[in-house]
């Protein structure tokens, strides 16, 4: 235990540190932070995120045909209220647009015309304009159910968006800029998380190697599990710092809002994305938590391989590139995002990290058994 102690120490020097935290501020302000800035971001998004919280309200957690005719109603007293404005407004009535159906069905293409329309929309920005719009988009996909078959789908994909409609899931009231808000921001976490593991494990031999350490460690049989040892340490160090980014990211999480749609089937009308399983968002979110901790453990056995290969750490860098590319690519695209989507094959993930899991085991084992044997 005093040795691992001593190794992560090692690793976490204040050099290591400074780095981390460089790298982890310029992602934050390049790629994260705009998405808690901005969320939702600009008009209508701001418009339908607001009406999606009054409809979890006024309704619960999904809205049946009763509650469906209400928000309806709803919608003709704001139409009322847009009528009583635009009647009050003595460039409107001049044009002769009195009523909120003559508003929208303004003939754009006159100059007079579109400047009154853009004044009222993006000048004076009056909410009610917008919650209109942001209404009708909501009765639309509430009404128009058959969009879950609107691509060319095998029949288990089918048979799969059958079951989301019979079992009421799509009535939830799960919108899609919440879905889509989560998954980019934990794509650029994990890219981050896998940056800073490939950072804190770069030196994990390549140190006692250039120090010729390993001639002195190698003359013992004590010394030679220090190897293996090394890669526990690899382990403790990337754990460590997969859960504080995590801990660090769900702290700026709460302030997006989004707390409420945690219980909420994301098989979701209102969500463009379809699942294998009957998830929430809650469990959607663990699940993600779950793939980028098993993707780390993952990356520490090749990250450790490197690093006892590589005789310095330009080498190193190189061998890493690759894998980078790899891994913030298609790594986070399939094992990251949009997990358990119908779209792909159902058993993608699962056999994926099984898969990965076990090369990778392999490969280090592989060099732990010829660090056993190796002469100095």
């Known amino acids: 235990m005093r040795i691992l102690f001593n190794e992560v120490k090692k690793l976490f020097s204040v050099k290591i540190i400074f780095l981390l935290l460089l790298v982890s ?22 418009d339908d995120f607001r009406a999606t919280q009054k409809m979890l309200v006024d309704y619960g957690e999904s809205m049946d045909s009763e509650e469906f005719q209400d928000f309806k109603e709803i919608k003709e007293q704001r139409i009322a209220e847009a009528t009583e404005y635009l009647k009050s407004q003595k460039e409107m009535v001049a044009a002769g647009i009195d009523t909120y159906e003559e508003f929208s069905n303004m003939d754009l293409e006159n100059e007079k015309l579109a400047a009154l329309h853009s004044k ?58 919440v879905f889509e808000n ?4 934990m794509k650029y976490v994990a890219i981050l998380i896998f940056l800073n593991i ?15 350490v390993q001639l002195l460690q190698y003359t013992s049989k004590i010394g030679r599990k220090l190897f293996s040892q090394k890669l526990l340490t690899g382990l403790t160090a990337s754990l460590i710092i997969i859960t504080a980014q995590l801990a660090f990211f769900f702290f700026m999480y709460r302030g997006n809002d989004t707390s409420m749609f945690f219980p909420l089937s994301i098989n979701s009308i209102f969500n463009f994305f379809v699942s294998w399983y009957d998830l929430t968002f809650f469990q959607y979110i663990i699940l993600t938590v779950l793939c980028v901790y098993l993707l780390g453990i993952a990356l520490v ?23 980078g590319f790899l891994l913030f690519g298609t790594g986070t695209n399939y094992l990251i995002q949009n997990l358990t989507t119908i779209y792909l094959n159902p058993y993608l993930v699962p056999i994926s990290f099984v898969t990965i899991l076990i090369l990778t085991s392999l490969l280090f084992l592989w060099r732990y058994r010829r660090e056993k044997v190796k002469n100095i």
């Open 198 to 212: 490939i950072i804190i494990l770069m030196p994990l031999y390549i140190r006692d190697k250039r120090n010729h």
């Open 120 to 177: 009222i929309i993006f000048e004076d920005y009056v909410d009610v304009f917008w919650e209109i719009q942001a209404r009708d988009g909501i009765i639309d996909k509430y009404e128009h159910p058959e969009r879950f078959n609107e691509h060319e789908l095998t029949p288990k994909q089918n048979a799969r968006m059958d079951e989301v409609v019979e079992n009421g899931a799509t009535e939830a009231i799960f919108t899609d800029m």
């Open 182 to 185: 989560y998954n980019v921001l």
């Open 25 to 46: 501020f310029f992602v934050y302000q390049q790629f994260i932070m705009f998405e808690f800035k901005h969320f939702p971001n600009g008009r209508p998004l701001l």
């Open 301 to 323: 056995l090749v990250g450790a391989w490197i690093s006892s290969i590589a005789p310095n750490y330009m080498t190193s860098v190189g061998l890493h590139v690759p894998l």
